[in-house]
C-alpha cells in the first residue's frame, strides 16, 4: 500500500506557472515508477509525465513536452514527487493525480493503467 498526498494546483493565467507535488508515505517497498496523471471531463486519462524512482529517467507526453518538468526526492521512508507547470495553456486545465506502482515497464510509463495507486487530485485551471 502506498499513500499519496497531492499538493499545489490552482487557478493561474495562461502562460503562468504552477507546481505540484506529491508526497508518497506508508510503503514497505518503494515504488519503482511514479506518475502525474490529468483528467478532464469526457476525456481520457492522460499520462503527462512519469519519473523513475532513484534515477532511471523521465518521459514526457508529447503535448507537455518542453513545459512541464518531473522530479523527485527520495529518503528511506517518503518520495516526494514535484510537477513544475510552465507556460501553461488553457488546454492544461483538469484534475492532476498522483500516482504510483510498484514496477512500470518503460513501455507503459505513459499508460495510466500501469500505474497501482492513486492521490485524491488537485485542481489545475488555465484561464485565457
Known amino acids: 500500500q502506498v499513500q499519496l498526498v497531492e499538493f499545489g494546483g490552482g487557478s493561474v493565467q495562461a502562460a503562468g506557472s504552477l507546481r505540484l507535488s506529491c508526497q508518497a508515505s506508508?510503503?514497505?517497498?518503494?515504488?519503482?515508477?511514479m506518475g502525474w496523471i490529468r483528467q478532464t471531463p469526457g476525456k481520457e486519462r492522460e499520462v503527462v509525465a512519469a519519473i523513475y524512482i532513484g534515477g532511471g529517467g523521465t518521459f514526457y507526453t508529447n503535448s507537455v513536452r518542453g513545459r512541464f518538468t518531473i522530479s523527485e526526492v527520495a529518503t528511506k521512508n517518503t518520495v516526494t514527487m514535484y510537477l513544475q507547470l510552465d507556460s501553461l495553456k488553457p488546454e492544461d486545465t483538469a484534475m492532476y493525480y498522483c500516482?504510483?506502482?510498484?514496477?512500470?515497464?518503460?513501455?507503459?510509463?505513459?499508460?495510466?493503467?500501469?500505474?497501482?495507486?492513486w492521490g485524491q487530485g488537485t485542481q489545475v485551471t488555465v484561464s485565457s
Open positions: 500516482a504510483a506502482a510498484p514496477y512500470v515497464p518503460v513501455d507503459r510509463t505513459l499508460q495510466a493503467s500501469a500505474y497501482t495507486f
Open positions: 506508508g510503503y514497505t517497498e518503494r515504488p519503482n515508477c
